[in-house]
């Protein structure tokens, strides 16, 4: 059952990724990548890891779709009016993008021997387990964070105003 | 504990999570590569984020270790920084040339 979950979701994922890079609204793509992030969350759910899978809705689901769709409608360009690009450099970005999915198959197929001796905790996704190493070792880091958001914030703000004076 | 770590073994092997991720990660590159459109261009490179972010937590599973997915937590939080300054980019590309072909801005001085 879990198994047919993990192909159904992947499948899903794959399938809403294909669709964000070949619909003709940007409206769409939107709503298609709405759909490839629940589906990574409900992977993460899988890998049980609740806390990504929680955090990943409300971040990516909640906040950046919310941001992409407002500048879409804020410049208005929910119609397509973008001028294609030729077969030839179509075919070219295919044939690449293709290579590149053979370089990292081929090159991350031999890293699963790595991890063989590990025993499986299935602790570590939990919000409890998770914030204890959030807090003790990762605490600089995440103070860090705070502060590149912060200045975010204002690198935005300070953007898009007009006249700042 | 042996019951539990071939229990997540059977969902899936760590191979599949490997070729999705990588499927998804070139789906993003082709998307960077195959578009004009800047919105769709950055979404393509959220897709990237996201497929780096499913390896690095499906490792973390089979590794039984807490810090993929404490580094994982920590890109979500780059990808929303990147995306409130990107996107007041894009805003300040239109306001200024009134598109967002990313053709038009091959020259960056006017």
Partial sequence: MT???FYFLSFVAVAAGLMVITAKNPVHSVLYLIIAF???AGHYILLNAQFLAIVHI???AGAIMVLFLSVIMLLNLNKDNEPAKSNVLKLAAAVAAGLLLVTFTGTLKGTESIIAAQPYDDQIGYVK???????N??????EVSALLLLSAIIGAVV???HDLK | MENISTQ???VAPLEHYIILSALLFSLGVLGVMLRRNVIIMFMSIELMLNACNLLLAAF???HSSAAGQVFVFFIMIVAAAEVAVGLAIIVMIYRNIHSIDINELSKLKW
């Fill in chain 1, 3 to 5: 198994q047919f979950l």
């Fill in chain 1, 38 to 40: 629940f589906a990574i």
């Fill in chain 1, 58 to 60: 409300i971040v990516y």
């Fill in chain 1, 129 to 135: 387990a998770l914030g204890k190493v959030l807090f």
């Fill in chain 1, 137 to 142: 070792d990762f605490l600089l880091p995440f």
């Fill in chain 1, 159 to 161: 953007l898009v105003k």
């Fill in chain 2, 8 to 10: 997540i073994a059977q």
């Fill in chain 2, 60 to 62: 973390s599973a089979f």
